[in-house]
């Protein structure tokens, strides 16, 4: 009796969805009455699904010491070769529906794992309003509802790592915070296929450890699922994005672009007022998606493009995670650049779905008021203005249902400026050969 009240209290966790229900023989490891029970139980109070995905990978860089932020972490000083787990993911997901069989209740927990420690990655919960079948409600720590590459799950992406743009802009993805959503979910409502998402997030996302100012970033999406031509092999989707937020001012003192001379420099502009006005952070973004109707010989192409104001500091354009401060914790002001960005990607399976080719070309431009040579110290300029474009290539395998392997090649190229260390083409190219278990 000891065993079965074990069983029943651990039941939810052992509902196993999708692929380890259909594989596995479940009455290999309980017996019938055991099952009858879980099941019961199941019913009652909904279910639960267990998910996850490993990435072991070894990567080469073009010189010792390569910046590469953006393939998966800086190397040391003194190397141009690791391996690294570059993510250890388990997902939990409970479901709860009504009676008649529609969503009521959704709640998801994420950590990843990884040689550097343990992170809380999703946990969230989620309401369908049941009358009108029209609208949920997320609250919690979840992705940010803008734009394509974002929404993509590391575990289904070609390419190993998104784009510079995206992880400048939206480093990690995910926000604490609330969003409402419209799609219609019964099958015959005309506007099924089309989706709004509305949500508020505190700014910083998971790369800070609290909310420091107090201002929000407002959030939303409108897109169209997957629509498919009757007279063209073709499918498309899309969507436009928006992120319109900032953060307060704690100094007197801020930086934006200002022409003197016509020349444009990094102004400072010094006054009490200053202090909790808003330092922008305006996005605006598109996206569309193709793909081919056939399975065998797919081809696929996904495009983006971003531009707006974006708040950062004197060395670094990304959203600052803590209030920004010096080696004597001094506050620092903030920078305000205009930029733009995008990225280009096709996706070219060989006949079979278990082999496709990868090409990737993205850019991010966090200063479209300067380039080049205009680019110095004099004019308060820093390595936070300068242009990066990334050409990527690759070859990916999928060995079985649970296993995938990908070798991968990065390209990146960086404007010549006057800066130190930007007067030529920095070596930080980087080879990447990563497997993925997953289940």
């Known amino acids: 009796m000891k065993i079965l009240k074990g069983y029943l209290l651990i039941a939810p966790l052992l509902l196993i969805s999708n692929i380890s229900l259909a594989q596995r023989n479940i009455n290999d490891i309980l017996d019938s009455t055991t099952v009858n029970n879980l099941l019961i139980i199941s019913k009652k109070y909904g279910s639960v699904s267990f998910s996850g995905y490993m990435q072991p990978q070894f990567q080469y860089a073009q010189s010792k010491g390569t910046a590469a932020e953006f393939q998966g ?9 690791r391996f690294r787990l570059r993510r250890g993911r388990l997902r939990a997901d409970y479901s709860l529906l009504n009676d008649d069989g529609t969503p009521s209740t959704y709640f998801v927990f994420q950590f990843d794992g990884t040689e550097q420690g343990v992170n809380v990655r999703d946990f969230w919960g989620r309401y369908y309003e049941h009358h009108f079948q029209l609208f949920s409600f997320t609250a919690g720590l979840a992705g940010r509802p803008f734009g394509n590459e974002l929404q993509l799950s590391s575990s289904s992406r070609e390419a190993p790592e998104r784009g510079r743009m995206s992880q400048t802009l939206m480093k990690t993805e995910r926000d604490l915070g609330v969003m409402i959503s419209f799609n219609p979910r019964k099958k015959t409502a005309k506007l099924k296929n089309i989706q709004f998402d509305l949500g508020i997030y505190n700014g910083q996302g998971l790369s800070g450890p609290q909310e420091f100012d107090n201002s929000k970033d407002f959030v939303l999406r409108l897109s169209h699922k997957s629509y498919a031509f009757k007279k063209l092999p073709l499918n498309i989707s899309g969507g436009f994005s928006a992120l319109l937020g900032g953060l307060n001012h704690q100094l007197p003192v801020k930086y934006e672009m200002q022409k003197v001379n016509n020349t444009w420099v990094m102004a400072k502009d010094s006054s009490i007022t200053n202090i909790n006005k808003i330092a922008p952070r305006k996005y605006y973004g598109a996206d569309i998606q193709l793909s081919t109707k056939k399975k065998s010989w797919k081809s696929e192409l996904r495009a983006e493009f971003i531009k707006g104001l974006q708040t950062g500091t004197s060395t670094n354009s990304s959203t600052p995670n803590t209030v920004p401060v010096d080696k004597n914790t001094t506050k ?13 990607t096709f996706v070219q399976t060989l006949n079979s779905t278990d082999n496709q080719l990868i090409f990737k070309y993205d850019w991010y431009d966090p200063n479209t008021k300067v380039k080049g040579i205009q680019i110095n110290t004099a004019n308060k300029f820093s390595a936070a203005d300068v242009r990066f474009d990334t ?8 060995f079985n249902p649970h296993l995938k392997a990908v070798i ?27 497997t993925q278990f997953y289940f």
Do not use: C, M, Q
């Not at 972490?73 to 070769?81: K, L, P, Q, T, V």
């Open 73 to 81: 972490g800086n190397f040391g000083d003194n190397a141009d070769n």
């Open 332 to 344: 620092l002001p903030y920078y305000t650049r205009s930029f733009n960005g995008a990225y280009l």
């Open 391 to 398: 050409f990527g290539f690759g070859f990916l395998h999928h």
């Open 408 to 434: 991968y090649y990065d390209v990146i190229r960086n404007e010549k400026t006057k800066l130190l260390n930007f007067d030529k083409d920095i070596k930080d190219n980087v080879l990447t050969i990563r």
